[in-house]
């Protein structure tokens, strides 16, 4: 994690990479919000401000109540996945992720209202020094000019001033309050401690083994065996809906004339960079050495001119869809109009296929699917990528449908073999742990029961959570018998090719007296955090439910 934030702390400082950011996060945003319908689809779904979208302990919440929630929920999710590296893909599932956390929120923020609570501007002060981002990579401490940064360069890309940012930062206070109430009574008994104390410190060695595919046999299967198959799994033989387009694409390439970059410019973008720029042998100096800017201004140029044409591109995409706003004209005519080329040899796609001939950083098969075929919504918002932006017009959904079994025979026949493998195996499997628990309940040593399977028995070395395996399949191995006492044949662990058996063959207790004391303390502290993580976790799951809340939003649109 501290490697993470070490790295977005560099980004917000790296102006060329937030402005490449840019573009994604607000279209992203944008699509969240409409649903990546065009302009004017836009304008027919938007509610008045003061509509009633949903209630909460029986209060209407309007439109734009329901949207403050949501844009700094949305801010709060893309910072986050941000700053530990994970990429931002916003889809169904993340949407609807995002609107129910949405009304999470609000639900806390009027509990904490209820309640009582009350935030200070010191507080709100304090809240916003307290994240990791703005932290000095270097210092440790709170970074004013990281915070300036990231104000001027990352909070106007998430739709976000500076007051909406305290805003936002001021009701995160109210909410750690408010969840802190429901984590009240979170007690730590002293059984809670041993056996915490126990699972960290005891030392543990496996006996395991692999159980190799051939223990089973392979079975035959008949084609009225592979029709049985097909009949009882029609969904696995589904062909998924599937898009047909057409489109017109604005190059980034065809704009970079069009944009200038100035020495100033670059120069202004490399003294706000200067961290990109140490040179590799000084970085560990007390006074670390930089690159001259004529050693970079070439690329930074380059980067900077990417980025403006690709904002051009997106800005002549966008003139089209303004212009089909207008019910009455088409997407060929406009196209026409512009001397726009209308690609329309694209094959049909499915959701998640890559569309041939398209930018794969752009995402359009996504944006297509958002599609519907009526006067305003049938063609996109430009879908930018890095190298071209896109405007879609939907032509026809080619809707799902299973084929007859004769056309996918030979698919059918190869997933009944594999099904009728795999349950052999299985069974086979479960046999030979039934065997192998059978003996050594009577006696037998885990090593001679499994020789009637010629297993090849493995010792893994001693472990114990604060001193894991290595192996491969280690950390399964671990999490299947570290609960165990010595002894135990534990249940048979699943990996992605073969079950393992695997036998707790010693398990040393820690000594309690010499080393429980110096960390009673410690682990108390842990046990309690996680008692009441769990307790606020719950106490959110049932907010809403708590708040007896409705969702208005679908009867209103």
């Not at 909406?164 to 001021?170: A, G, H, K, R, V």
């Not at 190298?387 to 009944?416: G, H, R």
């Not at 894991?468 to 135990?488: K, W």
């Not at 820690?510 to 955090?529: C, K, V, Y």
């Amino acid at each position: 994690m501290a490697m993470m934030i070490s790295k977005f702390n560099k980004l917000i400082h790296n102006k060329t990479v937030w402005l490449v950011f840019a573009i994604f996060i607000s279209v992203a945003f944008v699509m969240v919000y409409t649903g990546g319908g065009s302009n004017s689809a836009q304008k027919e779904q938007m509610k008045s401000a003061k509509e009633t979208v949903g209630r909460l302990w029986g209060q209407d919440i309007s439109y734009a109540e329901f949207v403050q929630a949501y844009r700094y929920t949305y801010a709060s999710f893309a910072l986050y996945t941000m700053m530990n590296g994970q990429q931002f893909n916003m889809n169904d599932e993340v949407e609807a992720f995002l609107n129910d956390r949405a009304w999470r929120r609000k639900a806390m923020l009027l509990k904490a209202g209820e309640m009582g609570l009350k935030v200070t501007p010191q507080q709100t002060i304090d809240m916003i020094k307290s994240q990791p981002f703005f932290v000095n990579p270097q210092t440790g401490q709170y970074d004013a000019n990281a915070y300036s940064m990231f104000k001027e360069r990352i909070l106007p890309q998430l739709g976000l001033s500076a007051k909406d940012y305290e805003l936002m930062m001021s009701e995160q206070v109210l909410i750690e309050k408010v969840t802190a109430s429901a984590a009240q009574g979170a007690l730590v008994t002293e059984d809670e401690i041993n056996k915490a104390f126990h699972l960290y410190n005891d030392m543990l060695t496996i006996d395991y083994a692999f159980l190799p595919r051939s223990l089973a046999a392979t079975p035959e299967v008949t084609e009225e065996e592979a029709k049985a198959y097909y009949e009882s799994n029609p969904e696995e033989f589904r062909m998924p809906e599937k898009a047909m387009v057409h489109y017109v694409q604005f190059p980034v390439s065809d704009y970079l004339d069009t944009v200038t970059v100035t020495d100033e410019q670059v120069a202004q973008v490399y003294e706000q960079n200067k961290q990109r720029y140490i040179k590799p042998e000084t970085a560990t100096n007390a006074v670390p050495e930089y690159l001259a800017l004529e050693e970079v201004k070439e690329e930074l140029t380059t980067e900077i001119e990417s980025e403006l044409a690709r904002r051009s591109a997106a800005a002549a995409a966008d003139e089209l869809v303004a212009a089909l706003a207008e019910e009455s004209t088409t997407f060929e005519a406009e196209c026409t109009k512009a001397g726009l080329k209308i690609v329309k040899t694209t094959p049909a796609f499915a959701a998640t296929d890559s569309v041939r001939g398209v930018d794969p950083s752009a995402p359009f098969a996504r944006a297509a699917f958002k599609l519907q075929q009526t006067p305003t919504q049938y063609y996109s918002d430009p879908v930018v990528g890095r190298e071209t932006v896109y405007v879609i017009a939907l032509q026809k959904k080619l809707p799902s449908f299973v084929p007859a079994y004769e056309v996918v025979k030979d698919n059918a026949l190869e997933s009944a073999r594999i099904a009728a493998a795999e349950k052999a195996y299985v069974e086979k499997a479960d046999a030979v742990h039934r065997e192998l628990k059978a003996a050594l309940a009577g006696g037998t040593a885990f090593a001679d029961a499994a020789s009637k399977y010629n297993l090849e028995i493995q010792t893994t070395e001693s472990f114990n959570i604060l001193t894991p395996l290595s192996s491969d399949y280690g950390r399964e191995i671990m999490g299947a018998t570290i609960h165990f006492d010595q002894g135990t044949l534990v249940d048979l662990i699943n990996t992605p090719d073969e079950f393992i058996v695997a036998y707790i063959a010693t398990k040393e207790a820690a000594d309690e007296a010499t080393a429980l004391p110096g960390m009673r303390d410690q682990l108390a502290a842990g046990i309690r955090q996680e008692k009441a993580q769990n307790m606020i976790q719950a106490w959110q799951d049932n907010l809403l439910d708590e708040a007896g809340f409705e969702d208005l939003s679908n009867e209103k649109s």
